[in-house]
């Protein structure tokens, strides 16, 4: 920034608050703990979040071992791309309710499902449908979380081995990829096309992440 006396100092991208975890330039991982910070006690959230708040590290395992002792982390839907005009953008849903202090923590089982693997969706020619949310919507089943039951796409994960994984990351696949084992039914070469473009986008805007904290420093 050039002030009027002509001289120069660079703007900080990281943003600090006193109620917040962790200090971090990362503005998804900023707008998630502001969101926790305006729910009242029992309130609940679901908060469409980018891969990155999943597996990021230093403030990004901060937040997320903070946000799984002091809420009630209980599903994450991991949505499957080609969903936004933005390319490259891989989502997610995340669930949790705030709790009051307590000594313990009050996440327990953290339910992943999957809708990203093995599903091709396009904004144009193959748009994600109600009916294609029905599976996920019957396995929520928000007034019965404690009676949830595995499935294939729908898998729990206890509090205590989400904490040992590296880096807290909670970016956990277990399907098997069919295009990477079978090559005779591959996905259209333009779905294949719009994917690695996405993959390709995703990954210039992470380097432009890390380019952005860097030179704040």
């Known amino acids: 920034i050039r002030s009027t006396d002509g001289t120069t100092a660079k703007e900080s991208m990281s943003y600090a608050r006193d109620d917040f975890w962790a200090t971090s330039s990362n503005k998804q991982l900023n707008f998630l703990q502001h969101v926790k910070t305006q729910l009242k006690i029992n309130g ?20 997320r071992r903070k946000l799984l002792a002091e809420c009630d982390v209980h599903t994450l839907l991991r949505l499957p791309t080609g969903l936004f005009y933005a390319q490259g953008v891989k989502a997610n849903v995340l669930f949790f309710d705030k709790k009051p202090a307590s000594e313990t923590n009050w ?45 294939e796409r729908f898998k729990a994960y206890d509090y205590e081995d989400l904490i040992k994984r590296d880096k807290t990351s909670l970016d956990i696949f277990w399907i098997k990829d069919d295009s990477l084992e079978d090559l005779e039914n591959l996905p259209e070469p333009k779905i294949i096309a719009e994917e690695i473009t996405e993959n390709l986008e995703s990954a210039l805007d992470s380097m432009k992440q890390i380019l952005t904290s860097l030179n704040s420093k």
């Open 44 to 63: 609940k959230c679901a908060i469409v979040v980018p891969d990155n708040v999943l597996f990021e590290g230093n403030s990004g395992e901060t937040v």
């Open 107 to 151: 996440t327990k089982k953290l339910w992943i499902y999957d809708l990203r693997t093995n599903k091709h969706f396009t904004l144009k020619e193959n748009n994600l449908k109600f009916e294609d949310m029905k599976d996920f919507i019957k396995c929520y089943d928000a007034d019965n979380i404690s009676e949830r039951k595995e499935s």
